[in-house]
């Protein structure tokens, strides 16, 4: 998904209409995020090589209860969250969601779907809706059926996902398609566009595979070539000219090719963070991939707001004062904040390092090469995201 | 399914907001928010006021003789800050015009 309010682009200084994250000072406060993903489970029947949860998954008998989900929304409400994402894994694989959104609607959240819609009836939404859902996002793979359904893992996905689509319109439900690009399926893009077109969709995103967990294992697959890139730097910005007003268009770029790093998460425990299904409460949905690191839970004797602003985990990289060099002396160092901790990880080794897309970093050249001769490489094959830690495709697909 | 998205803002016009975007007074940082995908705006008081007023039902320019009589201002000067305002945000995706529910 894309940076949680960490937009800026939707107002101009001096608008009536200011994104809040830009009035108020929240990087002085640390104040309690205006956003919370809630990820309800790991279980999803979709096995896209590029899932952003970690490779580690929880098992479904670690998942937070009802009951325990109910008393986290209403903390949450009551602390000053405004919106709850609800997301997975496979969020409508959760037999209580309906309940979950009615509670949650109830404690005054504007609640949001982020589902692959496979599992959805047009009953299904219909309840949702009437629970009082305020937005559905649905994740594609592409506009052609098979290749779609070879990248899902999952045969008959494409069809289920448009129909879920129309359904969401036609319960008046505001819809936002996501469209997660790679090597494979850029070509698709134009077409991708149209279908969010014909689709009615209220926003589009165009979210390249972010490069951490499953996407790294797969990277070699699913790294576009910078040509690529840039052809669909062009074509978004002109689709978002030719659709203003009508279709919003969001656009995440893979940072690899960036010469500056992203500033992941708005900042490590600065606007963000997320809850896993078994209710550890964490600065990013990938953080649990830094090994050695010990996150809260909410089943714990502590606050949510006490784990937001005390505990040793939050603490660890928010701010500046943790950073290394070429960090700590570096004047975009309140920009970015040194990138993203879970790619400093992953590339390094160590998550206090500076974020490897940083062209400042001693590893930037070797990494940025390195992806440079996979997008350009014959390696189409995916691992699968499981909870069996992957399985390699087979077939006749890829090469 | 809906039609054409992109409203032109005109005194005729009857703009509500879209059931994606809610106005709602934050209670704990005490300021007016609209909540909207992936969004959170904070529309300033004039945008606030305006925006109450916008039910799908009242047109542009009843609500500029509402406001008009409530601040004894000139009609003329209203008129034009409001639909700049109105039309900005239906540019960003954040108003709409009521239409007749498809059965």
New interface residues.
Partial sequence: ??D??A?SK??DPG???????K??SLAETF??P??VLAELTHRCPLQCPYCSNPVELDRAGSELSTEEWKRVLSELAE??V??IHFSGGEPTARKDLVELVRHASGV?L?T?LITSAVLLTRDKLSALADAGL??V?ISFQGTETAPADRVAGYKGAQHRKIEAAKWT??L???L?VNAVMHRQNLHELPEIIQMAVDL?A??LEVANVQYYGWALKNRAALMPTLAQLEETTRIVEEARERL?????I?YVVPDYYALRPKKCMGGWGRQFFNISPSGKVLPCHAAESITGMQFESVRSNHSITWIWQHSEAFNRYRGTAWMPEPCKSCEFREVDFGGCRCQAFALTGDAGNTDPACALSPMHETIFKQAQREAEGETNRFIYRNFAGGTPETGENGG | MAGPRHISVSEASRPVLPRHARLKFDETRQVWVILAPERVLAPDEIAVEVLQLCDGQRSVGEVIDQLAAKYAAPREAILTDVITMLQDLADKGFLTEAREKTP
């Avoid at chain 1, 608008?15 to 994250?21: F, G, T, Y």
């Avoid at chain 1, 203003?244 to 919003?248: E, I, Q, T, V």
Wanted: aromatic fraction near 2%.
């Fill in positions: 998904m894309s949680v309010l937009n939707a107002a608008d009536s209409l200011a994104v809040l994250e009035q108020r104040g309690i205006l956003a602390i000053g405004l919106q005054g504007y949001n305020c937005h996002q319109r036609e008046d439900l505001p936002t009615d209220d926003r203003k007003g009508s279709l919003a969001d």
